[in-house]
């Protein structure tokens, strides 16, 4: 695990300088800030939860729910339905853990995880979130900005939610969470030409909202 | 996450995704719920599994049992069809066996064309025999077969008992 490797490292320092000596061989290494801490920490957390230790889990539960609750609001514009989304992706990752082989960041890793889970989600109840949403589903999108009212969208969180499903899914996971268009797309399960072309009408709609 | 692909994103963009927050915060707790589930987890991995084994095994009993049954229906007719021609032949194996015994002695004192001609038509009898046997054992309860079977028994007998006269008669 790399958090091991980082205490390893960080001890090997110590030594290096010799007692009393505080001559740091690497300094940006030798001074751990709250997130590396937080990094190392985390990544102990993911060691133990993968030997079962689920008080290790609720760790990593605790540092990380804001986050996967954050990514699932903006997914699915529903911050009740994203409460019940985060449960899902919590338990899908601890019954995924064993495949986590640290090759990336764990926060990346549950972040697949949660979108995987509300992807999925939202594919098999899609013709529920339209009749709810009454026709703001993807073969229903808006030429015009769906806020009524002028300045209720002056908040790009609310502008988010307003975005038609498919148009939402593309622009959270390539501008807010950072994926290229042939990672989306493979996500999605649509081309890579449909994902470019919602990300461009997602940022047309956010821009007439927020205008 | 991942890193956005800031250098795409026009300005605007930029500076409204500057003010969203990486975190936000559910309205309750939501631990204990996932807690439940995680708890309840091996319980439910465990009983798709146990069934799918019991099935498994169930199919294969099934399976092995047929099997079984087929290779003991099998075994039953072979066994059936032994102990019929057992039945069959019963009443003349004494004397083909006594014939066979005494034949080279018979030959001996046949000319050697009569030989000859007993010997072929016991090879022919042989044959006919060995025939009747296969299609016993396939259907034993044919009572033409079992009466052809009498009758080819029969004739070996009287074949070996013509030889018999005649060598005497040459004797």
Redesign the interface.
Known sequence: MYGTAAAEASHLDAISTGPGKVTPLRPAARELTEQDQADEQLALAVARAQTGD?AA??QI??SQ???V??LC?RLLGD??L??EL??DA??KA??QLHSFRGEAKF??WL?RVTANAVISYQRKHSPWLRWLKKGSGDDEIPESPMHESPGEARD??AAIAKLPVRARQVFVL???????HDETAAMLGIAEGTSKAQLFRA?EL??AM?A | ?????NSE??E??RK??D??????????D??P???Q???R?PKQRWLPMAVAASVLVSALSGVFTWQMYQQRQSEQAIANAERLLQQIESPYSQARVSYAEQWPTMRANLDPETAAIVERNLQIIGEAHKELVKALQKQPDDPALQQLMRQTLAKEIEVYQVAENASRVSI
Do not use: C
């Open positions: 689920k889990f609720a539960y605790r729910h804001r986050r609750y954050a609001v911050r009740q994203a409460e985060t449960q919590f338990i601890w019954q926060s990346t972040h790009l969180e390539m501008d807010i969470e950072g994926y290229s940022r956010l821009r927020l | 996450m991942n890193q956005p692909v994103q026009p605007w963009l409204q995704l003010t969203l927050s990486p975190e936000l915060s559910p309205s309750r939501l631990w719920d996932i807690a589930q995680i708890n987890q």
